[in-house]
């Protein structure tokens, strides 16, 4: 059994002349990274947000993690409260503000398969 789920996100990037280039920053999870380029950049993001993710789920941290960092599971069929949107809107607003010129969609793919299968997958690259 494969279940495919997606993370998606907001990204922010803008110039830095102290990193001679471009930083790019994930306000959800409150991480960072660079590139020489506005587009190097945005790939590094989303590169370490996947990184970050698929460790937490490797260390079966994700959970505490992301509850931390504010999300709680919400069924597919209830509605988000207009406050909720509200907040994150403030909140990316208000780093605009510093400087992040722009803003980005991070779509982070995470692959669960069953733990049968992974050993098999294991016990096959031995």
Known sequence: ?????????????????VAEGFVSY????????????EQDAIACIEKTV????????????????LEKAGFVAVPSNAPVPV??????????ERLRDKNYDKTFDIEVPI???AQEQAANLSQSAA
């Open 111 to 113: 692959n669960l398969i």
């Open 50 to 65: 996947t990184l970050y993710l698929e460790t937490c789920l490797q260390r079966r941290i994700l959970e505490s993690v």
């Open 83 to 92: 406050s909720e949107l509200e907040q994150d809107y403030i909140i990316i």
């Open 26 to 37: 994930c306000p959800s999870l409150n991480v960072y990274s660079h590139g020489h380029t």
């Open 1 to 17: 059994m494969k279940i495919k789920m997606t993370i998606s996100l907001k990204g922010l990037v803008r110039p830095d002349d």
